[in-house]
């Protein structure tokens, strides 16, 4: 529930968030935002802080009416203690005074926008009507991807994929529930058993922690999209450097990309490449300025940017207030 933060700052939890607002308007506040160049606005990169327990990461940024900081934590021995291994908050300030107006639960946060973010790489990146989907990760962003899908496109079927059996069967009847055809691939041999699935899917999302590609993407047809979300450090990946070198690569900003994206800085490391494999940023790509070759399957690689949650949580504030 919601209710009053530090010196009565209104506190905006995760289901009150996703009531203001639904993934489908995210999404039309995320590419509004990108449409009319106000985004990412002032978006210094994330900020890392390693301690004994983990590390603090902070992102902020600014426009003309807010300024916004997420603070978030992310302690690996943390489950094994009963908590969560990612924790944050948001801080949402007024623009012109820097007070502070909103507190908001930066877990929640961060699992909206980055499904919204990747649903708007996908409207402009694959095919119209029915897809065969692939979601590879069984944690909150493989949840919310699939809810983007289903929100936003007609899905034919989707198999769900991860290396543990319980979750990847949870998942999988999730979706039976919402009255989605599903299929279950798990195991810790999982890359051996995804041939089928990738080779007969339309859009593939690599969504976990792994530090390395998670399928061979050979198996990947001309016409296929993938979205990779699972990591912001330049020493992983989830897709191989013979995708990166193979597809119309999208990636939110080039900086953040050269910076923080290990699928991008390790496949230019092995394929002797420099930034010439990034095909377009997603401004370009939603503005109509990318250029596509359709021969070829397309890749959006997402490292989260802080002007995705500020948009979101100005948004949330705005529908709060009944703007």
């Not at 029915?130 to 289903?150: M, N």
């Not at 070198?245 to 800085?265: F, K, M, P």
């Not at 997603?282 to 940017?305: H, M, T, Y």
Request: proline share 7%.
């Amino acid at each position: 529930m919601s209710g009053q933060g530090l010196t009565g700052v209104p506190f905006i939890d995760g289901a009150r968030l996703r009531a203001l607002v639904p993934i489908t308007s995210a999404v039309v506040c995320l590419e509004a935002a990108l449409s009319e160049g106000s985004a990412p606005g002032v978006a210094p990169p994330r900020t890392a802080v390693l301690t004994g327990a983990g590390e603090v990461l902070l992102m902020p940024a600014a426009t003309s009416r807010f300024v916004g900081v997420k603070v978030a934590t992310v302690a690996p021995d943390n489950p094994s203690l009963g908590l969560p291994r990612v924790q944050g908050i948001y801080v949402l300030l007024d623009g012109r005074t820097l007070t502070p107006v909103a507190l908001l639960d930066g877990v929640a946060l961060t699992a909206l926008r980055t499904p919204a973010v990747s649903a708007v790489a996908l409207r402009h990146l694959s095919r119209p009507g029915p897809v065969r989907a692939v979601v590879i990760g069984t944690g909150p962003q493989g949840y919310g991807h699939l809810a983007a899908l289903l929100a936003l496109r007609q899905i034919s079927h989707v198999t769900v994929a991860g290396r543990g059996r319980e979750k990847a069967e949870r998942m999988a009847r999730w979706c039976l529930q919402q009255g989605l055809p599903a299929s279950m691939v798990a195991g810790s041999d999982l890359p051996e058993h995804l041939q089928g699935p990738i080779e007969s899917a339309d859009v593939v999302v690599c969504a976990t922690s792994s530090r390395w590609p998670v399928f061979d993407s050979r198996w990947l047809a001309d016409t296929a999209t993938v979205i990779a979300v699972g990591s912001h450090e330049p020493d992983s990946r989830e897709v191989d450097a013979d995708l990166v070198a193979r597809a119309n690569v999208v990636v939110e900003t080039r900086g953040s990309a050269l910076r923080e994206a290990g699928d991008i800085v390790l496949a230019m490391r092995e394929l002797a490449a420099g930034p010439e494999v990034i095909t377009s940023d997603l401004a370009q790509l939603v503005r109509g300025l990318a250029r596509l070759d359709p021969r070829r399957p397309s890749l959006f690689k997402s490292v989260g940017e802080a002007w995705e949650d500020l948009v979101v949580a100005a948004q949330a504030y705005d529908q709060m207030l009944g703007m």
